[in-house]
């Protein structure tokens, strides 16, 4: 069980031991946002996710680096690695929270290394990780793969696809192919996997979410998403067709999970589940 470190950055080795074989490419000198400057590389736990130092001291290099800069001392650009549309510290943890809670900067010079992971969304994937910032951007990464694939790209969703438990995209992307293969008699075999994508987003999503908003189900279960109870009603769907040895269909699993779970909070549905795959493994 991973556990719940509050407000420190994210830890790259947290990262990097859940994608062992990546690439980097130098990109040079640039200026960066330091609002998207998420974590670090060995130093995660001595910075806020402020970037303040935990361990401050009056005497410390926080104040040393913050007497240069008042000072107008050119300082060499800090080194970073870069993740998607985040950075982590490798090199300059200090000039970046002098420069950031002393002189309020939005941006800061940084040699920048890119990251490129290999990575392919798979029902055996295996995570692990230590605190909850880094599991958010282990399901960021997760949600760009999956943006990749399927070409649903959130920025132009009228209902974005977004959730918060690892897998859960590893989850929509097979449902994805499934129903690219399984579709109307096959009608979408030939067409390409975009196509596909929004043909589900269309005639399964989007009504899925506009029957969860009508119940108003999503009050009842705090901080999730519309999107995470999608996921948990498609899998009432199989425990259900798997009880009645044929496939129920969506609607009907849909209206069957709304009535069962919309009076209970979200880890109610937990017990039940693991109930049902009881009774499946003794039947």
């Not at 230590?130 to 990464?141: A, M, N, P, R």
Request: charged share 30%; aromatic share 14%.
């Amino acid at each position: 069980m991973a556990s719940k470190k509050k407000n420190v950055l994210v830890d790259f080795a947290s990262i990097e031991k859940n994608f062992p074989t990546y690439t980097l490419k130098n990109k040079g000198i640039q200026a960066i946002a330091i609002d998207h400057i998420v974590g670090s590389l060995g130093r995660y736990f001595d910075f806020s996710e402020s970037l303040l130092p935990k361990r401050y001291d009056g005497s410390s290099r926080y104040e040393y680096m913050k007497s240069l800069m008042e000072q107008g001392v050119n300082l060499p650009p800090i080194q970073v690695y870069q993740i998607l549309d985040s950075y982590f510290i490798i090199d300059g943890h200090h000039r970046v929270a002098v420069a950031k809670n002393e002189f309020k900067a939005k941006y800061i010079d940084a040699e920048i290394l890119e990251v490129r992971f290999p990575f392919e969304l798979s029902k055996d994937k295996q995570y692990s990780f230590d605190t909850e910032v880094t599991k958010k951007f282990l399901i960021k990464i997760e949600e760009y793969a999956f943006e990749k694939s399927t070409l649903l790209n959130n920025d132009i969703l009228i209902r974005p696809l977004k959730v918060t438990e690892l897998k859960s995209y590893t989850k929509l992307h097979q449902e994805i192919i499934d129903f690219k293969q399984n579709y109307n008699d096959g009608e979408l075999l030939k067409r390409s996997m975009m196509f596909a994508s929004y043909t589900w987003y269309a005639k399964r999503f989007l009504p899925a979410v506009m029957l969860i908003e009508q119940e108003k189900i999503l009050s009842k279960f705090s901080n999730r998403t519309y999107t995470d109870l999608y996921v948990w009603i498609q899998k009432h769907k199989y425990f259900l067709s798997q009880q009645a040895g044929h496939d129920v269909g969506f609607d009907f699993t849909a209206h069957d999970f709304i009535e069962k779970y919309k009076d209970k909070k979200f880890f109610d549905i937990i017990p039940s589940v693991f109930t049902d795959i009881v009774k499946n493994l003794v039947k």
